[in-house]
């Protein structure tokens, strides 16, 4: 990534600071913190996504205001690590009611899942129908997250 990330100028890092920051921002108002035209932010903005740097956008729920009160990361240990079981894991725990994102990690855990719940019922049953019995995991441990907050760091990475 290093590497691609030279070829972005000072528009396209103000672009992208701006967007981190809030990505509901709009073309006009884009355009007057880039100093650029409007239509020049709508064309820098596609060859952002064409080139990967920009995957998505996406709205940040109140999990809490849906009655989704409880939320923990799970870090889960593998059996071993044969890379059809590993790929297998990877694609099917995203797809798991619940869960929020998955992290591969390199230590002592293989994985971490950041998943919500409705419950610590909820939770329970979550660890014991996609986990407990699941034939590559070894182990796992359950840490609830009392408060989730956000960093803005990203944007000292793109000056």
């Known amino acids: 990534m290093a590497e691609s990330m030279r070829s972005l100028d000072a528009t396209d890092r103000a672009l992208l600071r701006a967007l981190s920051a809030n990505a509901r921002v709009t073309g006009s108002e884009l355009a007057a913190m880039a100093g650029i035209a409007q239509s020049t932010v709508a064309l820098r903005l596609r060859r952002l996504q064409h080139d990967g740097y920009l995957k998505g956008s996406h709205a940040d729920i109140d999990l809490a205001a849906l009655g989704v009160?409880?939320?923990?990361?799970?870090?889960?240990?593998?059996?071993k690590h044969v890379r059809t079981e590993v790929d297998a894991f990877r694609q099917a725990a995203p797809t798991w009611p619940g869960v929020l994102a998955l992290f591969h990690m390199g230590g002592a855990d293989d994985y971490l899942l950041h998943v919500a719940a409705r419950s610590a019922e909820d939770l329970r049953q979550f660890v014991l129908t996609y986990l407990a019995g699941h034939p590559v995991v070894a182990h796992t441990e359950t840490n609830l997250i009392f408060e989730h907050v956000v960093g803005h760091g990203l944007g000292d990475l793109l000056a």
């Open 69 to 79: 009160t409880l939320q923990a990361l799970i870090a889960v240990k593998l059996v």
